[in-house]
């Protein structure tokens, strides 16, 4: 004589339930969780200077002369100012001659320090 199976009672009744629902789930094809975009890396906004002042213009005489390799992308990193004033501000080193050419081209200009004892 086979006996039925027995009802499940008490905590195993939820557990039974659930266990039938993750059943389904593996099995059949549910409904997978959607991907996530990523934001993105997001370049943090910097504070430029869009005029000079005193103190970043005496900044600027003293310290880009020392630099071994000069461009409007340098200055304006290191100098937290934007690309139009650092050009404009290689234009004035170069007429001071504290700083020389090496590369002018259309889109890029790379100067480096004037050495003394040169000309």
């Given amino acids: 004589p086979e006996m039925p199976p027995k009802a499940a009672q008490g905590k195993s009744a939820k557990n039974d339930a659930s266990s039938k629902a993750q059943a389904a789930s593996k099995s059949g094809g549910g409904k997978a969780k959607k991907k996530k975009w990523s934001k993105g890396k997001q370049k943090e906004k910097v504070n430029a200077a869009v005029f000079f002042t005193k103190e970043l213009y ?3 005489k003293k310290e880009v002369p020392n630099y ?3 461009t409007p992308s340098i200055l ?3 100098m937290k100012c934007n690309v139009s004033l650092a050009r404009r501000a290689i234009k004035d080193l170069k007429a001071k001659e ?3 050419c090496i590369v002018h081209h259309a889109n890029q200009e790379i100067y480096t320090r004037a050495l003394k004892g040169e000309d």
Avoid: T
Wanted: hydrophobic residues 40%; glycine residues 0%.
């Fill in 98 to 100: 504290m700083i020389r």
């Fill in 68 to 70: 071994k390799m000069i």
């Fill in 58 to 60: 005496e900044k600027l």
């Fill in 76 to 78: 304006s990193e290191r």
